[in-house]
């Protein structure tokens, strides 16, 4: 089930970063270092009430002119309707109702998305009420008074927020064909990959009813089994500013991510892997996805008999964080080697959700840790007294132990490696919770 994305719109000055913040507590160079995460905090993973979200940042606005800022506001709220499940609209009690924001009201009105207004920098419920009403003019319904610096009414915001999302037995209804983002930088070929994949049939490109977001989502049939293919490509501007072309794809790629169970990152391989193909990559693997790295264009580069190692050592390298993931070197151009493609999806999907006996894991544990001993500090050493699987997609584990600050990172992924060699699980992160229980004599 894949998390609703919630984006904040809304003038300079409103205190966007400031209530962006608030939700987003203490994680705010959110993900640790992964490498390749953005560092510019523009999503951020939030929990409200056992609801999960991934809360956007639309961009700053810069303070130039009027015209500038409404046409900005609008490009802002044209990603938020792109993207988002719920938009916040947020607005400042004490700048008062202003034009761009009635302008901007009217397009997100439109759009036919939630939207939940929200008034910002209400200290003093008594003192600013009365100007809260004024917002009531915009036609987007009940304005929320919040105050983002002292986190007043943040409560309510969120409950109205999570009101909006769809229900679990809407999402329960959703289909069981699986569903493949695909990303990468622009001009990888990401389009080109699908419309090579869809050939002659172009009835099968479709807007499928009921998607919540507007990504062209496309039906591929290979070997009587159906695909859905989320494409990332489609931007429907060309941007004059560099970062906010690259923060508008960041946004998208969160968005296709959140929605899919394998993610293929297209590499384009006369350029080579990037530092921007880390960052793509990073956001899929912290969410734990099956990986996939297609080398697009492969049929441009000039080979000899280390061509392929040569460069997988390269990918393998900047994408050193997810070793498991599974590398294909194909091209939209000519074809070649995309029928391999499904193949590798087909895989990966069957090692997201394998599951293992705990007994079988068990013993691979008990015969890992005889031929490693696991650490020990001051005399006390680490014990494992069971392992178990208690999630797919990706596989998770608890590890239960004695004393959970022996168990080491590196200790860990020793046994990962262990349960890899035995199981495979190609294509996938695993996870690992480590629990601590009390010493049984």
């Not at 202003?98 to 209400?122: G, I, T």
């Amino acid at each position: 089930m894949s998390k609703p994305i919630v984006a904040i719109v809304g003038r300079p000055n409103v205190g966007k970063s400031t209530l962006f913040n608030a939700l987003a507590g203490e994680n705010i160079s959110i993900v640790k270092d992964t490498p390749g995460v953005t560092r510019d905090r523009i999503y951020a993973d939030v929990t409200w009430l056992n609801y999960y979200f991934t809360l956007i940042d639309t961009g700053g606005i810069e303070p130039d002119s009027g015209d500038i800022i409404l046409s900005q506001m609008r490009e802002q709220a044209q990603i938020a309707m792109d993207t988002a499940d719920v938009i916040i609209f947020l607005v400042d009690v004490r700048q008062g109702l202003q034009d761009a924001d009635s302008k901007v009201a009217d397009m997100l009105r439109r759009s036919q998305k939630p939207v939940v207004l929200v008034v910002n920098k209400v200290d003093s419920f008594q003192k600013y009420m009365a100007d809260v009403y004024e917002f009531y003019n915009l036609g987007i319904g009940d304005p929320i008074p919040v105050s983002a610096s002292s986190r007043l009414g943040i409560g309510d915001m969120l409950d109205e927020v999570i009101h909006h999302f769809p229900s679990s037995e809407q999402e329960e209804e959703e289909d069981e064909r699986p569903k493949v983002a695909i990303v990468g930088k622009p001009n990888v070929g990401k389009s080109s990959i699908i419309n090579k994949l869809v050939g002659e049939n172009r009835v099968i490109v479709s807007d499928i009813a009921g998607t919540t977001r507007d990504a062209i989502d496309t039906k591929i049939c290979w070997n009587d089994r159906e695909y859905v293919f989320i494409d990332t490509a489609g931007l429907r501007r060309k941007s004059k500013v560099k970062e906010e072309l690259e923060r508008y794809s960041i946004i998208r790629t969160v968005t296709a991510v959140e929605r899919a169970d394998v993610v293929v990152v297209v590499i384009d391989a006369t350029e080579g892997v990037t530092e921007q193909d880390a960052k793509i990559a990073g956001i899929a693997h912290d969410r734990g996805k099956g990986m996939i790295v297609a080398v697009n264009k492969w049929d441009a580069i000039e080979k000899n008999d280390k061509t392929i190692y040569e460069f997988s050592r390269k990918v393998r390298e900047v994408l050193s964080f997810m070793p498991y993931a599974e590398i294909l070197f194909i091209s939209a151009e000519t074809g070649q080697r995309l029928g391999k493609l499904f193949e590798t999806i087909d895989m990966v999907i069957e090692n997201q959700t394998l599951r293992i006996q705990t007994g079988v894991l068990n013993e691979i544990i008990m015969e890992a840790t005889a031929m490693q001993q696991p650490p020990s500090d001051k005399g006390k050493r680490l014990k494992i007294f069971y392992v178990t699987q208690v999630a797919v997609k990706p596989p998770t584990f608890v590890i239960f132990v004695n004393d959970k600050e022996l168990m080491h990172f590196s200790y860990t992924r020793y046994l990962e490696n262990r349960i890899r060699d035995t199981f495979g699980f190609k294509g996938t992160s695993l996870k690992f919770i480590i629990r601590e229980r009390k010493d049984q004599g």
